[in-house]
Structure formats: structure tokens, C-alpha cells
């Protein structure tokens, strides 16, 4: 299937946010409308990108397993897409978005166990809960003025008739082979993956064991 659809978009566009598929529109009297689009909240959809990559840095550094999992989840719900060819939609990477929503949380907690970065992550959520109040009416199909929807497009894309280029045409024969030089890579990759998760949390830790920064919270004792 290489034709294309109005709501398409590439696989690069989507932890972006940049073209949402609207799924419900209705003009109640040419001043309300009710609308359900899958953006979600683009705050937490811009936040997962720097989220998984200093998820990914963290699990190295720290010979995480738990990290590994999660960017090595990620990866394997989202990097299947940059190879198809026929017409992708946003909502493809729903599957993918929940462990970059598990990355965001791992780091604001880690923030607000530091002082210095307290204020930061404070900030952070409170925007994130703003953000998600104003579209929520985007969300579940609310009769709202039709000038607030309107405005909620503040991203061209967001407004359907942007319109991404077509899938690429023609053969297709490269893209769809599979040579047992690509199964062995393909195994060989994944057996490193378990290999790391698995010796990572017994591996020794650069400069010796990890001790408790002085910039960290201390928890309250009794009282």
C-alpha cells in the first residue's frame, strides 16, 4: 500500500507531535465544535525525545538493566517503522510513547531528589499539567468554541490539511528481502542487548561504588 492519506505522516514527525490524526470533528451551529485527535500532550510527546537518549547515556554509565530494558524496549516498538514504506500514521507510535512516559517520570524523580534541579522538575510538571488541561477539551468530543480549537493549532502541521508527501513509489524488492546476513546481524544484536541487561547490574562500577551525592535530598527522619 503506497498511496497516500490526508492524516499520514513520517515516522520521524511523531515524538514531534507534529501531525495528529483527527478522528472526530462535528459543527454543532457554526460557532461550537467537538473535535477527538490523538496528539496527546505535546509537552510530555517533546519531553520523551531528550528523555530516552539521556536514558539510553544512564544506562551505560550506570550498568542499569532496568535502563537497558526500557531504551531497548523503546527501540524495538519504534525503529521497526523508519523501514516501511506505505503510509504511517501517529498513532503508530502510541506503543512506543508509553516508555518514553516510564523515561520522563525515572528522570523528573531523580530531579527532585536534587536540590539543584528540584525548581526545574517542579516546573516542568506544572506545565505539563497546564498543557494537559488546555487540550483536554481535544481530547473527548466537548462542545467548545470553535476560535478555541482553532487557536489549540498552534503547530501547522496540527491543522489536516497539512499534508505530508506521499510514500515513496516503486520497487520495493531491497526493503523487503531477507538474507541470513540480516538475520544473523538482526540476532547478534539482540543477544548483545540481554547479554549487557543481564551482566550490567555485577559489572564494577567506574571509580568505585556509587554513594549518595551531596546535592541530594535527605529523607526526613522521625519526628
Not at 61 to 75: D, E, Q
Not at 104 to 109: G, H, P, Q, S
Not at 110 to 137: K, S
Request: proline fraction near 9%; hydrophobic fraction near 55%; aromatic fraction near 16%.
Amino acid at each position: 500500500m503506497q498511496s497516500g492519506h490526508a492524516a499520514a505522516s513520517p515516522w520521524w514527525s511523531w515524538p514531534l507531535d507534529l501531525k495528529t490524526v483527527w478522528f472526530f470533528n462535528a459543527d454543532y451551529d457554526n460557532s461550537q465544535l467537538a473535535v477527538i485527535f490523538n496528539g496527546g500532550n505535546p509537552i510530555l510527546f517533546w519531553a520523551g525525545v531528550p528523555a530516552i537518549l539521556l536514558c539510553s547515556a544512564l544506562a551505560w554509565k550506570r550498568r542499569s538493566p532496568a535502563l537497558v530494558l526500557l531504551v531497548a524496549a523503546f527501540a524495538f516498538q519504534y525503529l521497526p517503522w523508519t523501514r516501511i514504506e506505505r503510509a504511517t500514521f501517529q498513532y503508530h507510535y502510541l506503543t512506543a510513547v508509553l516508555f518514553t512516559m516510564v523515561a520522563i517520570a525515572y528522570l523528573v524523580d531523580e530531579a527532585l531528589r536534587r536540590w539543584a534541579l528540584r525548581d526545574l522538575a517542579i516546573g516542568f510538571l506544572a506545565l505539563t499539567v497546564v498543557a494537559g488541561i488546555v487540550i483536554f477539551p481535544l481530547g473527548y468530543p466537548l462542545s467548545v468554541p470553535d476560535w478555541y480549537v482553532n487557536a489549540l493549532r498552534v503547530l501547522p502541521p496540527w491543522n489536516y490539511y497539512f499534508k505530508f508527501p506521499d510514500p515513496p513509489q516503486g520497487t520495493r524488492a531491497a526493503l523487503l528481502a531477507v538474507d541470513v546476513g540480516k538475520l544473523v546481524f538482526g540476532v547478534l544484536v539482540m543477544v548483545a542487548a540481554v547479554v549487557f541487561a543481564l551482566s550490567g547490574g555485577r559489572w564494577p562500577r567506574p571509580g568505585g561504588p556509587r554513594t549518595s551525592s551531596d546535592d541530594e535530598i535527605p529523607e526526613a527522619g522521625p519526628a
